[in-house]
């Protein structure tokens, strides 16, 4: 069989190794493939559209008949939103490809898009909630930086991690999404605040304080 990996952040600043191992160990310990033979395609991005070169080169590879499988982490890395979901997997099971989505434990395969309505049904839900998820975060977001400029402690005290203060307004920084991700792999117990704060070049009670008491700055 051959596989394909389909990894993606959202910006240069974030960290593809999470997407490379969880879709790695699945194509060799669920579809049998052989690590030398994974092909892997990746973007690092911004912005909600689907533009993007190594998506456009899955794609391809795919209607040419190059790849019976593509893995990805979950739904949110291969679309993000539902009219790009819907577009992306018409395209690779035309095409004849099975996709794998590794954090539901679901197929979806060429010939069983009538056989199983319920599976199709609950992907499409699936990508509903990633784009949701992902305009609640910005929304808390935002709401979190409008908080923290009415305060006491912003007009006085230095800008939170990740951030910057222009003219007054408290803006993100260059490293922000790198700051976002490194705080969500603590959160989820997959980093300890040590290697964090080593990470970031700061403190542990910086990180201490940016999840306890400023997590809405970071959509968590």
């Known amino acids: 069989m051959t596989v394909a990996a389909y990894v993606r952040v959202s910006t240069?600043?974030?960290n593809l190794d999470r997407?490379?191992?969880?879709?790695?160990?699945?194509?060799?310990?669920e579809l049998g493939c052989d690590p030398s033979t994974l092909?892997?395609?990746?973007?690092?991005s911004t912005g909600t559209d689907i533009e993007r070169s190594g998506y456009q080169a899955l794609l391809n590879d795919a209607e040419v008949g190059q790849l019976e499988a593509v893995v990805v982490h979950e739904v949110s890395r291969i679309a993000r939103s539902i009219s790009d979901l819907?577009?992306?997997v018409k395209q690779l099971r035309d095409a004849g490809v099975a996709v794998h989505i590794?954090?539901?434990?679901?197929v979806l395969r060429p010939d069983q898009e009538d056989e199983d309505p319920y599976q199709r049904a609950l992907f499409q839900m699936l990508g509903v909630f990633a784009?949701?998820?992902?305009?609640?975060?910005?929304?808390n977001i935002r709401q979190g930086i409008a908080a923290r400029q009415e305060s006491e402690d912003y007009r006085h005290g230095p800008a939170p991690l990740g951030f910057e203060k222009d003219n007054g307004e408290l803006v993100q920084a260059g490293n922000y999404h790198r700051v976002c991700e490194t705080l969500e792999q603590v959160a989820r117990d997959e980093m300890s605040q040590r290697q964090a704060s080593k990470e970031l070049n700061c403190g542990r009670k910086t990180i201490r304080r940016a999840l306890d008491e400023r997590s809405d700055l970071y959509g968590l």
């Open 12 to 14: 240069a600043d974030q």
């Open 86 to 88: 819907e577009r992306t």
């Open 19 to 29: 997407q490379l191992e969880a879709t790695h160990d699945y194509a060799v310990d």
């Open 131 to 139: 784009e949701l998820d992902a305009k609640i975060k910005r929304q």
């Open 39 to 44: 092909e892997v395609y990746r973007d690092k």
């Open 102 to 106: 590794v954090s539901e434990r679901m």
